[in-house]
T-cell receptor, first 117, second 116 residues
């Protein structure tokens, strides 16, 4: 089954304790991206990756790191989480750049709800 | 002006009604647009893509007005199952050729509730 898998789905942690949210896709997609969703603000893009070893900042990259060492995986790293990073996080992938006619549909993971105390 | 702006609603309509949402965007160079549907804090799923003047899929019609820089989503004969949040998505354009390098902006979403 074609899917994007995120882990963990739920996490409560404390300020400053490094954590990683994993994201894996089995569709051989080139493009992957991370978003956070907050009430009243909608989804905001954190980072995206056009291909292996190619990553770029989205609108809200501060406090986050990513890596793309393999095509299927795109982990999101919070080196020193803070309470303002409490949010619902989504990973997504697509065949190509979302703005291209042939590559546009984004497939999302089920989301990871993170609480930082 | 926000890059992508939607009326958050909520829109409350009876079954069978026709309802329309608008989404305005600020970048006049944007070439492609998307409507995603999100159910109750679940993951968004693609509803429609709009690359030219519009697109139609069954009860759903998306139209693009480049002069006024907005896209609309029309839902005819609303069903209870159409209740969801509808997200407008616009890729950023980083060159004059209209190619997106992956940066996306989401509207904050329009909440639709269809009641019996």
């Amino acid at each position: 089954e074609a899917q994007v898998t995120q882990n963990p789905r739920y996490l409560i942690t404390v300020t400053g304790k490094k954590l990683t949210v994993t994201c894996s896709q089995n569709m051989n997609h080139e493009y992957m991206s991370w978003y956070r969703q907050d009430p009243g603000l909608g989804l905001r893009q954190i980072y995206y990756s056009m291909n292996v070893e190619v990553t770029d900042k989205g609108d809200v990259p501060e406090g986050y790191k990513v890596s793309r060492k393999e095509k299927r995986n795109f982990p999101l790293i919070l080196e020193s989480p803070s309470p303002n990073q409490t949010s619902l996080y989504f990973c997504a992938s697509s065949w190509g750049a979302p703005g291209l006619a042939a590559g546009g549909e984004l497939f999302f993971g089920e989301g990871s709800r993170l609480t930082v105390l | 002006r926000k890059e992508v702006e939607q009326d958050p609603g909520p829109f409350n309509v009876p079954e069978g009604a026709t309802v329309a949402f608008n989404c305005t965007y600020s970048n006049s160079a944007s070439q492609s647009f998307f409507w995603y549907r999100q159910d109750c804090r679940k993951e968004p799923k693609l509803l429609m893509s709009v690359y030219s003047s519009g697109n139609e899929d069954g009860r759903f019609t998306a139209q693009l007005n480049r002069a006024s820089q907005y896209i609309s989503l029309l839902i005819r004969d609303s069903k209870l199952s159409d209740s969801a949040t509808y997200l407008c998505v616009v890729p950023a354009i980083l060159n004059a050729g209209g190619t997106s390098y992956g940066k996306l902006t989401f509207g904050q979403g329009t909440i639709l509730t269809v009641h019996p």
